[in-house]
């Protein structure tokens, strides 16, 4: 018989060892909570009687009606000329402990005013600054739980046009006044979130622009980067009442913007048909919406639900991520590479619009023992309306134990007080894969992991011949002394194994009949010298 020393690159090339466990996912029209999206509930509080949430109104919101945001306007009525009380300070920080223990997050907005009375409109531009270095420690606190901020502060209900301070007609100095605010506000919330600006006209006559933020521009923690949009007035006209002063430039221009920028807002009047299903769902997508407003208009919300839209509206606000297939090896090693592939169709309006890392997540079948890798593919880039193939090549970690895992995909908060609750993690559109407990979604797929046996061997350093390849009954390893050295044989996960074996000063005889087809390794060793040989048995 023909003596054989294994090449490993022919030998799984011909015989196929590298398996691939092959998986295709069913979708799921369920409505579900996911973390920074969807239907919002409006509450508001006013310093002339401060109204606290209810942590428990919050809670039912997120299980009861799968509602996983609020717009918090805090007014400010009574602190136009004076500082904001420490009273109120303290009853803000409550506010956002209950949203927090509620598992759900908030939209931030300031204001002076919920009517448009002159006088009473807003406040200096000194004052608003040094209410933006009061609440600096708040937002700096909770920006958490804070998945967006809008500028807010000017004019009445903090929108920006009917104003004491800022110019109904604003000239070149009332754009560089409003300007200040805005960086205030930026300077003041974490570079992890943005803040929104009423109008496309807004935006760019404040921060003299035209031109939309491109994808290589985006997420850069650059100004224009963190300067997104707000429509409180959708669907209401055929300019969303002033919303827009030239829809031929600046749909297009807010199409763009809105791929990398949070979107969203309420709508504020019957407009049949433009407030009809039709365009609603049509501009909610060209426009990227994450979230919308279940409480204001009422009529049209309710339009949206006799006319059968408004299902769709609540899978579709913001991203939706469904897993189509993938493709996982059946085995890898400690310290060694591994490829994982798998395709994600996004059927929402839009993607996250704060950072997110995907991570792999292997989980022991016996121990449950946890480990994670990150993959470098940014799900705020899988877009929407498309599929994304994420193919990747990760590291297993060293630090792993030898077993068999569960692959799992898992895409938690990125802030460290959050990163590690499963209500903030966001769940596939997959039936029977979502893990409550852990915010984990399952792959399906199993992988053995076993000691890569040669990572601290000298290759080829004893003079051995092993053959067959492939071993269908037995096994030879023929060398000088063979009885000097201890041989052992091992199976894919690194686990030694017991075989019937038979020695000679320069062979040994290894019986593999018992043993299932697969991949194995013999391990060659005197104390000075160490060889690893990986074979195959196939019946």
Known sequence: MKKIILNLALLFSVIGFAQTTNVTYTTSSENFSNPERGLYHHTETHSTGYSSLSQATLTNYRNNEKITLILRVFYLENFRTSAISQDYLNKMQADFNAIRNA????????????????????????????????????????????????????????????????????????????????????????????????????????????????????????????????????????????????????????????????????????????????????????????????????????????????????????????????????????????????????????????????????????????????????????????????????????????????LYLYMPDATSGLSARPEYAIRMANANIWEAATGYNNLNATVNVGQNLGNNDTSLTVNASVYPIPANTEIFVEMEAADQYAIGMYNSLGQKINVNSVTTPTKLTINTESLSDGVYYIKISNGQKNDTRRIVVKH
């Open 103 to 406: 598992g759900i997050k908030c939209i931030v907005r300031f204001a002076y005013s919920d009517t448009d009375a002159a006088g009473q409109r807003d406040a200096s531009k000194a004052q608003i600054l040094a209410h933006i270095e009061q609440v600096r420690p708040l937002l700096q606190n909770n920006v958490d739980v804070i998945a967006v901020m809008q500028a807010g502060f000017i004019g009445s209900w903090g929108e920006w046009y009917y104003t004491d301070h800022f110019g109904m007609a604003p000239t070149s100095s009332d754009y560089a006044n409003r300007r200040a605010v805005v960086d205030g506000l930026l300077s003041a919330l974490p570079s992890s979130r943005m803040v929104q600006i009423r109008t496309p006209k807004l935006k760019q006559a404040t921060y003299s622009t035209t031109s939309a933020l491109t994808q290589g521009q985006a997420y850069n923690g650059s100004t224009l980067s963190r300067l997104a949009h707000h429509n409180d007035c959708f669907l209401s006209s055929s300019t969303d009442f002033g919303t827009y002063t030239n829809t031929s430039s600046e749909y297009p221009y807010l199409e763009q913007e809105t791929k990398f920028l949070a979107m969203g807002g309420e709508t504020c009047a019957v407009n049949e048909p433009r407030s009809g299903c039709g365009t609603a769902t049509q501009e909610m997508q060209k426009f990227h919406w994450s979230y919308l407003n279940v409480d204001y208009n009422a009529s049209v919300i309710s339009g949206f639900s006799s006319n059968g839209c408004l299902p769709d509206i609540k899978n579709k606000l913001g991203y939706r991520f469904e897993l189509v297939n993938g493709a996982f090896p059946q085995a890898a090693n400690i310290g060694a590479t591994m490829n994982v592939n798998f395709k994600v169709k996004n059927t929402g309006y839009a993607t996250p619009y704060n950072q997110r890392t995907a991570y792999i997540v292997f989980k022991n079948t016996v121990t449950n023992a946890v480990y994670t890798k990150a993959l470098t593919s940014d799900p705020r880039l899988w877009t929407s309306q498309a599929e994304t193939t994420v193919n990747e090549t990760i590291t297993l970690p060293t630090d792993m134990v030898q077993g068999s895992y569960r």
